[in-house]
């Protein structure tokens, strides 16, 4: 995935299920914009750490 989830739309998000369900099955980080979370920093746009 070369965006943030972050930065996607709700609609290229559903189009995308199984990428992003590996993308977010066992969070490490959390994007302190908009609460999305993420197993990797660079999933994310302004991302800390659990």
């Not at 559903?14 to 609460?35: F, H, M, N, W």
Request: positive net charge; contains cysteine; charged residues 35%.
């Amino acid at each position: 995935m070369k965006k943030t989830i972050c930065k996607l739309s709700k609609s290229d998000l559903r189009d995308r299920l199984d990428e992003l369900a590996s993308i977010v099955s066992s969070p490490q980080y959390l994007c302190t914009k908009c609460g999305r979370a993420a197993n990797k920093k660079r999933n994310l746009c302004k991302s800390i750490e659990l």
